[in-house]
């Protein structure tokens, strides 16, 4: 059983979130793993140096608990790579000659899908198909906006998909239109957006599988070891269950089956067969403990429910996508079977559709440890703050989006108004009532690496520091409560409090080498830090330096 000894630098065995820190002790600067499970820490590893069949030279790094992704999307992330790339582009015009170059490239493609535009680009989020159909005229293009709540097609995508002036508004959904009542090319929403999706081809299992592949491989480099894939559909559970067999994912996987609010009856069934089929394939690097619960949309789309309408269209209030009734029993089913709930809720009337179900919840299947999720909470009445502590929440946030970006002062802001906009993503107000925090990133909405999310989190800035004293500087969390959630907060999340998120013995090794001590570094360049390697149980998924030693102890660099 070979040993690994980690040493010449700093060891971080575990953070702890705001008010729960404990008096700092030695500095701890070894580490001991055997087999893939810490074996030692600190003067105990030192003591087993000569028995070490192999050191790994810190060079004055930072070791720290590995990252783990509380909520993402690695299969979208990985898929954006196989259309025009148009995430980074900066105007409409500048979109549609990426979509062109990628047609003329790609002649024999029947349809163009690209993700993911960014929607500050157009007045109102509103996206014209004319526009795409200057660049690509005959062939139906299907591009996702960043938020993935809104798809822009060009004119032969609206006809494929039988969708013009006749077409009725669809439930859970709306179609944009243009005055005379024809659609314009922007839809909102799952129920719109299927109208498209259901014509246009889908993706191969090799493509799939090259896309966890690489989705995971990316959040090696990133540090992180364990994500919560948080929209997962039954057709996509092949392309999981061969990357896992084949050995070519870089990071753990939970899969959460998306709950269908019009047609969710059958699903516990068939979640619960496709939950069997993972637990028989046994790999440690995939499960399916986990069922999301989409509750409302956004607020840029104006499609988050809201307790109160929003300001610049008074006579809307969002667009829930459950009837409580129906909510209430599908998730008692899916809790019945053992199934955790991700419940994906943005506006105030949503969160609060969500802890009424969870009460309804524990009246009916009785009280027990059930850790729900709650993602996002961008607005949070401070009434409901209490009942997410009483019903054991644990509150998911994206630390990214918690700044004054472009996206916040052009569209979301005016959108909720003043004062609501001021209770946006209340992250330190529900560390201090001591609600359990979980960060994610939900990649590739936003970016997938925890450093500059760490960062955000802290300081309340954009990436270009602004404004100085933070936007609204009072939801600032101090570094070691933002280490947390990205580590055992996950893991908490993840039930795997006891396995992974801290180095203790008898922990898994999985372990994040950093440039720089985060504890030590000022907030104003925490994002500079660099992720140096990433270890998975013991073995190295991503190595920036390399360094190892025979048991003779020969370093080699």
Same mark, same amino acid.
Not at 108 to 131: H, K, M, R
Not at 355 to 379: F, K, T, Y
């Given at each position: 059983?070979a040993? /690994?000894?980690?040493?010449?630098?700093?060891?971080?065995p575990?953070?702890?979130?705001?008010?729960q820190?404990?008096?700092?002790?030695?500095?701890?600067?070894?580490?001991a793993?055997?087999?893939g499970?810490?074996?030692?820490?600190?003067?105990?590893?030192?003591? &087993?140096?000569?028995?070490?069949?192999?050191?790994?030279?810190?060079?004055?790094?930072?070791l720290?608990?590995?990252?783990?992704?509380?909520?993402?999307?690695?299969l979208?992330g990985?898929?954006?790579?196989?259309?025009?790339?148009?995430?980074?582009?900066?105007?409409? /015009?500048?979109i549609?000659?990426a979509v062109?170059?990628?047609?003329?490239?790609?002649?024999?493609d029947?349809?163009?899908v690209?993700?993911s535009?960014?929607?500050?680009?157009?007045?109102?989020?509103?996206?014209?198909?004319?526009?795409?159909?200057?660049?690509?005229p005959?062939?139906?293009?299907?591009?996702?906006?960043?938020d993935?709540?809104?798809?822009w097609?060009?004119?032969?995508? $609206?006809? #494929?998909?039988g969708?013009d002036?006749? /077409?009725?508004?669809?439930?859970?959904?709306?179609?944009?239109? @243009?005055?005379?009542g024809?659609p314009?090319?922007?839809?909102l929403?799952?129920?719109?957006?299927?109208l =498209?999706?259901?014509?246009?081809p889908?993706?191969? &299992?090799?493509?799939? =599988?090259?896309?966890?592949?690489?989705?995971?491989a990316?959040?090696?480099?990133?540090?992180v070891?364990w994500?919560?894939?948080?929209w997962?559909?039954l057709?996509?559970v092949?392309?999981?269950l061969?990357?896992?067999?084949a050995?070519?994912l870089s990071? @753990?996987? !939970?899969l959460?089956?998306?709950?269908n609010p019009?047609?969710? /009856? !059958?699903?516990?069934?068939?979640?619960?067969?496709?939950?069997?089929?993972?637990q028989?394939? #046994?790999?440690p690097? $995939?499960?399916a403990?986990? =069922?999301?619960?989409?509750?409302?949309?956004?607020i840029?789309?104006?499609?988050?429910?809201? &307790?109160a309408?929003? *300001?610049?269209?008074?006579g809307?209030?969002?667009?829930p996508n459950?009837?409580?009734?129906?909510?209430h029993d599908?998730m008692?089913?899916?809790?019945?079977?053992?199934?955790?709930?991700?419940?994906?809720? +943005?506006?105030?009337?949503? =969160?609060?559709?969500a802890l009424?179900?969870?009460?309804? +919840?524990?009246?009916?299947n009785?009280?027990?440890?059930?850790?729900?999720?709650?993602?996002?909470?961008?607005?949070?009445?401070p009434?409901?703050?209490?009942?997410?502590?009483d019903?054991?929440?644990?509150a !998911?946030?994206e630390?990214?989006w918690?700044?004054?970006?472009?996206?916040?002062?052009?569209? *979301?802001?005016?959108?909720?108004?003043?004062?609501?906009?001021q209770?946006?993503?209340?992250?330190a107000?529900?560390?201090? #009532?001591?609600?359990?925090?979980?960060?994610g990133?939900?990649w590739?909405? *936003?970016?997938?690496?925890?450093?500059?999310?760490?960062?955000t989190?802290?300081?309340?800035q954009?990436?270009?520091?602004v404004?100085?004293?933070?936007?609204?500087?009072?939801?600032?969390?101090?570094v070691?409560?933002?280490l947390? #959630?990205? *580590?055992?907060g996950?893991?908490?999340?993840?039930?795997?409090?006891q396995?992974?998120g801290?180095?203790?013995?008898?922990m898994r090794?999985?372990?994040?080498?950093?440039?720089a001590?985060?504890?030590q570094?000022?907030?104003?360049r925490?994002?500079?830090?660099e992720?140096?390697?990433?270890?998975?149980?013991g073995?190295?998924t991503?190595?920036? @330096?390399?360094?190892g030693?025979s048991s003779?102890?020969?370093?080699?660099?």
């Amino acid at each position: 059983m070979a040993l /690994t000894l980690f040493l010449g630098g700093t060891i971080a065995p575990s953070y702890h979130s705001q008010g729960q820190g404990t008096e700092a002790g030695p500095p701890i600067t070894a580490l001991a793993v055997r087999d893939g499970v810490i074996e030692a820490v600190g003067m105990e590893a030192l003591a &087993l140096a000569s028995l070490a069949d192999e050191t790994v030279d810190l060079d004055g790094g930072h070791l720290s608990p590995s990252f783990a992704d509380g909520h993402a999307h690695p299969l979208l992330g990985g898929l954006e790579e196989m259309g025009p790339q148009i995430r980074s582009c900066t105007s409409v /015009t500048e979109i549609a000659e990426a979509v062109r170059k990628w047609a003329d490239s790609h002649p024999t493609d029947s349809w163009i899908v690209g993700a993911s535009y960014d929607a500050t680009l157009a007045p109102d989020g509103v996206f014209d198909a004319e526009w795409l159909d200057a660049a690509v005229p005959d062939r139906p293009v299907l591009l996702k906006s960043w938020d993935y709540h809104t798809v822009w097609v060009n004119s032969a995508a $609206l006809r #494929a998909a039988g969708i013009d002036a006749g /077409t009725p508004e669809p439930a859970l959904g709306r179609i944009v239109r @243009r005055p005379d009542g024809s659609p314009c090319g922007t839809l909102l929403e799952a129920g719109a957006i299927d109208l =498209v999706l259901r014509v246009a081809p889908g993706y191969t &299992l090799d493509e799939r =599988v090259n896309a966890l592949e690489s989705a995971t491989a990316r959040y090696a480099a990133a540090g992180v070891t364990w994500i919560q894939d948080a929209w997962v559909e039954l057709e996509d559970v092949p392309a999981y269950l061969a990357a896992a067999d084949a050995g070519r994912l870089s990071a @753990r996987i !939970n899969l959460a089956f998306r709950a269908n609010p019009q047609d969710w /009856t !059958n699903q516990p069934f068939e979640f619960e067969r496709a939950r069997h089929g993972i637990q028989e394939l #046994a790999s440690p690097m $995939l499960t399916a403990n986990t =069922v999301k619960f989409f509750l409302d949309g956004i607020i840029e789309s104006r499609t988050a429910f809201m &307790l109160a309408p929003y *300001t610049d269209s008074p006579g809307e209030a969002g667009l829930p996508n459950w009837e409580p009734a129906d909510l209430h029993d599908a998730m008692t089913q899916f809790d019945a079977l053992g199934f955790q709930l991700h419940l994906h809720a +943005i506006g105030d009337a949503a =969160v609060r559709m969500a802890l009424d179900a969870l009460e309804e +919840i524990r009246h009916r299947n009785g009280a027990r440890d059930r850790r729900p999720v709650i993602a996002h909470l961008q607005v949070v009445d401070p009434h409901d703050i209490p009942r997410l502590a009483d019903l054991g929440v644990v509150a !998911n946030f994206e630390p990214l989006w918690a700044c004054a970006d472009e996206v916040m002062q052009l569209l *979301t802001i005016p959108r909720l108004g003043s004062p609501r906009a001021q209770l946006q993503y209340p992250i330190a107000s529900l560390a201090k #009532a001591g609600i359990p925090l979980s960060f994610g990133s939900d990649w590739p909405v *936003t970016g997938h690496h925890p450093v500059p999310g760490l960062a955000t989190a802290v300081t309340r800035q954009t990436a270009d520091h602004v404004p100085a004293s933070g936007w609204i500087p009072d939801e600032r969390v101090d570094v070691e409560t933002a280490l947390a #959630a990205y *580590t055992s907060g996950v893991a908490h999340q993840a039930f795997a409090e006891q396995e992974w998120g801290r180095l203790l013995p008898g922990m898994r090794a999985d372990l994040t080498l950093l440039s720089a001590n985060p504890m030590q570094v000022q907030n104003d360049r925490l994002a500079d830090i660099e992720v140096l390697g990433t270890w998975l149980a013991g073995r190295p998924t991503y190595v920036h @330096r390399t360094a190892g030693t025979s048991s003779g102890g020969d370093q080699t660099r």
